[in-house]
């Protein structure tokens, strides 16, 4: 299971972020343009379709997305006591919070569910990263908006963010029953289906500037968090919604993702700390197999 788990997923992340790490080493191509496209064309296409797309689940739906968003709202707590602990500046709490709350459900998370608990737990890990993408984006422009601004001013910059109007679209035209024309939604589909290998290319573009982890302290201590302490409070609030079966597996397993690769478009987008949250990007995705598996193990 670890070889399948490793050859099909995290292969191919490296790969792709291998070739964006050639193209800004060879090319030169500079990754705020790119970050520029795929922050405010790409992720809201991609929103939009999984949210106008993604089929309801029934009873399991509302405590799926209240675990989702409770565990990162926890998470937020909890790194930013680590970062008080700490003594960090300004910014580099706001990185850390990205680091510990995000973790990789979609390119990562979603084909490990499915290779270790089949078709139930990869039903209901799809509305959990529904959720989770959701409040990525929000929360998470929310997080590094503020970096350098008052809170006031992160929320005047979120609700003007292409993404968060794609989610209230989508959310109005699913409850009010409307489906979108073909001629509009194939073209978001495209867009939707280029973005997660972008980000990924992004992610490469993003190591090349980074170099090897200088920080490796704090980087270290972070990883831990996001690897070991999210998918417990995960596991926690699930007892609370009374969450179990392939629906708990789904949301600890996708809990337990490393660093979410969106973290390094916020970080470059809003400048903050860019190099290290890239940094815990990395780590926390060679490492992430040494955890996944003994809790792949214990959540049979």
Do not use: K
Not at 129 to 150: D, E, M, Q
Not at 172 to 180: D, H, K, M, P
């Amino acid at each position: 299971m670890l070889l399948d788990i490793f050859l099909h997923d995290i292969v191919p992340v490296f790969l792709i972020a291998g070739a964006g790490l050639a193209l800004a080493r060879g090319v030169g191509t500079q990754v705020q343009a790119l970050t520029h496209v795929v922050f405010y064309i790409l992720i809201p296409a991609l929103v939009f379709e999984m949210l106008m797309t993604t089929p309801s689940l029934g009873a399991d739906a509302p405590g799926l997305a209240a675990v989702a968003g409770l565990a990162m709202v926890s998470m937020v707590v909890i790194g930013a006591a680590l970062g008080a602990g700490l003594r960090l500046s300004r910014i580099d709490t706001r990185a850390l919070l990205l680091i510990v709350t995000f973790s990789n459900t979609g390119n990562y998370g979603l084909p490990v569910v499915h290779l270790a608990f089949g078709d139930a737990a990869l039903a209901r890990a799809t509305v959990f990263f529904v959720a989770n993408s959701v409040l990525t984006y929000a929360l998470g422009t929310l997080i590094a908006a503020g970096a350098r601004g008052g809170n006031l001013e992160a929320w005047q910059r979120l609700w003007r963010l292409p993404t968060v109007q794609a989610v209230v679209l989508a959310l109005v035209l699913r409850a009010l029953g409307v489906t979108v024309p073909e001629p509009v939604m194939h073209p978001v589909s495209l867009l939707s289906d280029a973005a997660l290998p972008t980000m990924i290319l992004v992610l490469g573009m993003q190591l090349y500037a980074a170099g090897w982890p200088t920080r490796l302290p704090l980087v270290a201590a972070a990883v831990a968090v996001s690897l070991v302490i999210s998918p417990l409070v995960a596991y926690g609030w699930c007892l609370v919604f009374g969450i179990d079966g392939p629906s708990r597996q789904a949301a600890v397993l996708l809990s337990s993702m490393p660093v979410a690769v969106t973290t390094t478009i916020l970080a470059v987008e809003f400048d903050v700390s860019p190099a290290l949250v890239t940094s815990a990007v990395l780590v926390s995705t060679v490492l992430s197999p040494l955890t996944l598996t003994p809790l792949i193990a214990w959540l049979r």
